[in-house]
């Protein structure tokens, strides 16, 4: 008999320390992880489908002369044209979705994890339970900072134009406390999920 699948969403903000979580789910737990920023890039590679779609709306400006995407360009013509950032998440995320989708529904692994940064455009009914990383403004600042070498400015700015934090938690079934130590981001997903490994 099959064995039945978990899907699990996992979101929240830049420098919550959602990695930090997939690595125990994927090394603790054997699960599948699904990374929707990673699909996105595999959709906008030369001679896809989602690039075709993105430069018949928006043109070719952000194009390297081989034809592939020059993401920071593309990164800055979506910060400053709202309108265009629309477009391509019009395009892109519903694309990405059916990859996950069927990504899942082939997967061997019992437990599926989808990380994304949204879910409202996911299929409805894929999900078993989104979990929210929650970690405080100053603490994913501290990080980014760490990590990315991001000054302050840069890094409020950054947080500023995601969803707030109510926004997530209004999504979400669990919320992961991932503002202390390893061991106790462990221990909370450990009691969720038991023992189970899958």
């Known amino acids: 008999m099959e064995k039945q699948k978990r899907i699990i969403g996992i979101t929240g903000g830049v420098g919550a320390g959602k990695s930090s979580v997939l690595e125990i789910l994927e090394t603790k737990y054997g699960a599948k992880i699904l990374l929707a920023d990673l699909v996105a890039h595999e959709l906008m590679e030369p001679g896809s489908e989602g690039l075709k779609r993105v430069v018949d709306a928006l043109g070719n400006s952000f194009l390297t002369g081989d034809g592939s995407v020059d993401r920071k360009a593309l990164a800055e013509l979506m910060f400053r044209d709202p309108q265009a950032l629309k477009q391509v998440n019009s395009i892109i995320h519903p694309m990405v ?56 400015e840069k890094c409020e700015s950054i947080i500023k134009r995601q969803a707030p934090e109510a926004a997530y938690r209004k999504m979400a079934d669990r919320v992961i406390d991932n503002n202390k130590t390893a061991k106790e981001t462990e221990q909370q997903i450990k009691e969720i999920l038991g023992h189970e490994i899958c």
């Open 97 to 152: 979705w059916e990859y996950m989708k069927s990504c899942a529904r082939e997967s061997e692994q019992s437990l599926i994890v989808i990380e994304a940064a949204v879910f409202d455009t996911a299929p409805a009914g894929l999900f078993d339970e989104i979990w929210y990383v929650y970690t405080s403004e100053e603490n994913r600042i501290r990080r980014l900072m760490e990590s990315r070498g991001y000054s302050r």
